[in-house]
């Protein structure tokens, strides 16, 4: 094999509950993540001179600050194969709250080890992404999983019945950092009712649609709106538009409501694709 091409799934989060702070600085977390179909592209070929990458979609780094060149890069020193010539398509947004920077290093991960035979196992590729970054190791697995720890901790869940998704990012990126300092030195801006994640669990387990959509929720969108009001904006919009429950991804500022089915979610994001720059229609895998 010279060449693979390999998806990069972005994900969101179903659930996000923060536990607290942890002696390394990171945050606790637990989390129910779910990959969607919107993705990027990844193909590699095998190269005698090192490794080059190629970015089409975005205007992105394309040396060693891009999480997909870190990824081969340690790949390669640690295995000491001779190089690769990596092409990235850009879909999913930028800063979104999407990890797709981690899933284009997941596609990475992925890809040179079935590229140069490496012989690495799905678990062996995760706990090596999980250098790179703490969704890096989710998105190596896909799926639905609770992702515990700083989120790279994962236990693999049964996979939802199909949810119709609207994604609104609005024009402006949120610094995850900046919303965790927030949620250490403003206990008072914090959600006083967090996602029920024992219920989520139990529905994902029961198959139970309407029960799921119930446990939906993220702990960070309190303090998100707080600094960012437009997040809230967004939220009402998506709801008055017919969104049957609505929540952030990962720390924003990027919003996703679950719609019944495909033809519900084309005319929510109708109604909010000219407020927006990027309204997007998707669903998970």
Request: a neutral charge.
């Amino acid at each position: 094999m010279q060449n693979i091409t390999i998806p990069a799934y972005a994900k969101i989060n179903l659930t996000l509950r923060v536990l607290g702070r942890r002696p390394d600085g990171y945050h606790e977390i637990s989390t129910i993540m779910q990959s969607i179909a919107l993705k990027d592209t990844v193909s590699i070929s095998k190269s005698d001179r090192g490794i080059q990458l190629e970015i089409s979609g975005a205007d992105l780094p394309s040396g060693p600050d891009n999480l997909a060149y870190r990824a081969a890069a340690l790949l390669q020193h640690k295995y000491n194969f001779p190089g690769a010539n990596i092409s990235l398509v850009k879909k999913i947004p930028l800063a979104a709250g999407l990890a797709g920077g981690s899933a284009d290093a997941a596609a990475t991960l992925l890809g040179l080890n079935y590229l140069y035979n490496l012989g690495l196992s799905p678990g062996q590729l995760a706990r090596e992404g999980a250098a790179l970054g703490s969704d890096v190791p989710f998105c190596v697995l896909g799926g639905t999983a609770l992702g515990q720890g700083r989120g790279e901790a994962l236990t693999l869940l049964p996979a939802p019945a199909r949810l119709w998704l609207v994604l609104v990012k609005p024009g402006f990126a949120v610094s995850t950092a900046t919303v965790y300092k927030e949620w250490d030195v403003n206990p008072s801006w914090r959600t006083a009712a967090p996602p029920d994640e024992k219920a989520a669990l139990a529905a994902l387990h029961t198959g139970e649609w309407q029960q799921l959509l119930s446990t939906l929720g993220n702990e960070l969108e309190s303090i998100t709106c707080r600094l960012y009001p437009e997040v809230a904006v967004i939220k009402a919009r998506l709801r008055e538009a017919g969104a049957r429950a609505v929540v952030m991804c990962g720390s924003g500022p990027t919003v996703f409501g679950v719609a019944a089915n495909e033809t519900e979610a084309v005319q929510i994001a109708a109604r909010l694709k000219n407020s927006y720059p990027e309204v997007l229609v998707s669903h998970t895998l």
